[in-house]
């Protein structure tokens, strides 16, 4: 059984969560902070079923405000110590937690993100599923709608914040030239310093109508990834495209958010007629990986899927 747990209390080791761990189960969870509308605690429910395995999904959200000591540090020692298996970090934790594990896999490393954590002879190891969550997703897209991911390779990434760090790695590993833009230049640029031996195509602009323009009247696009939160709420009917600018023809809009389904976004680039997808897919992916470090079993992605779908919808 599966079963939500909240952390509130220094003392992790009395917390109902670690005390509801079975017996000959996986005890797997998620920190960060808030997590009150994370779908993972039913993701890894549809993976730990669909694998016949028994096992919790607890969640820890550790408030950064109220952080009395370091809760970080003794909810990973609980997990060195082996009574947690397995743990995923989401904000605001994927940096921060870098320097409190043992060793970081080379995606980790690069990204400098960590969104899984699993233990490894005693030792804690940082990996960052997101790369190839978002890898597979949107080739698997590109794929299906007749773009080729080996040749059609020009991105536009709006926002640099920590899934941008993803989705830029995943990129550029994969040979894609990529534009970064994002409403604070300095941070775009420095997202690119940490790849630029990666690729020579690799360029920092602003996120602004006449940078966008000037852009698209020089270079073919084929695919934009929005890593903004403009579109999910609060923010809900907001995009991060410029409605003075029309949609580059014939490009891919990939969207990371997933909640709504179809943010104005990606329903302007339907309305454009333009090919797309939510980042739904990227998320069980990423999910799915993290699952497959943890138990050594890979989960049926349809069964993950249709238990987050029959909540979204
Ligand atoms: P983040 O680290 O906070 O980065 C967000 C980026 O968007 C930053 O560059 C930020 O700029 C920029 N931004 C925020 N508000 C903006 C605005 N009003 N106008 C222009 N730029 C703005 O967040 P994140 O972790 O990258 O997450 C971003 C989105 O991706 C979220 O919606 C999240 O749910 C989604 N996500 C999806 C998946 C998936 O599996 N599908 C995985 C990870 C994340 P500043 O730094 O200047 O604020």
Request: net charge neutral; glycine share 8%; aromatic share 6%.
């Amino acid at each position: 059984m599966i079963q939500g747990a909240s952390f509130s209390r220094p003392d992790i080791h009395a917390e109902p969560g670690l005390q509801a761990r079975a017996s000959n189960g996986f005890n797997l969870g998620l920190v960060g902070y808030p997590l009150s509308h994370s779908l993972s605690p039913r993701l890894h429910a549809a993976a730990l079923a669909d694998s016949g395995l028994e096992g919790v999904y607890n969640l820890y959200p550790l408030s950064p405000e109220s952080v009395e000591g370091d809760r970080l540090q003794t909810l990973l020692q609980t997990m060195r110590s082996g009574v947690i298996d397995g743990l995923n970090v989401t904000i605001p934790y994927k940096q921060v937690v870098l320097p409190m594990l043992d060793e970081l896999t080379s995606v980790a490393s690069a990204t400098g993100a960590v969104n899984t954590i699993y233990r490894r002879n005693g030792k804690l190891v940082g990996d960052n599923t997101d790369v190839e969550g978002f890898t597979v997703d949107i080739r698997r897209n590109l794929e299906k709608t007749g773009l080729n991911w080996e040749n059609d390779r020009l991105a536009l990434v709006l926002g640099a914040g920590g899934s941008a760090r993803a989705v830029v790695y995943a990129l550029v590993t994969a040979g894609w030239g990529v534009y970064l833009s994002a409403r604070r230049l300095e941070q775009a640029q420095s997202l690119l310093e940490s790849y630029a031996s990666k690729s020579i195509s690799l360029s920092a602009m602003p996120l602004e109508a006449s940078a966008l323009q000037a852009l698209l009247s020089e270079k073919s696009i084929n695919l934009i990834v929005n890593t903004t939160p403009l579109g999910m709420a609060p923010w809900e009917g907001a995009s991060p495209w410029p409605v003075q600018i029309p949609l580059p023809p014939g490009v891919f809009l990939y969207d990371l958010i997933y909640n709504p389904p179809e943010t104005a976004l990606l329903k302007a680039a339907h309305v454009a007629g333009l090919r797309g997808a939510n980042g739904l897919g990227m998320l069980i992916e990423q999910a799915a990986l993290a699952f497959e470090r943890w138990t050594g079993q890979a989960p049926s992605r349809q069964s993950m899927t249709q238990a987050v779908q029959s909540r979204q919808l």
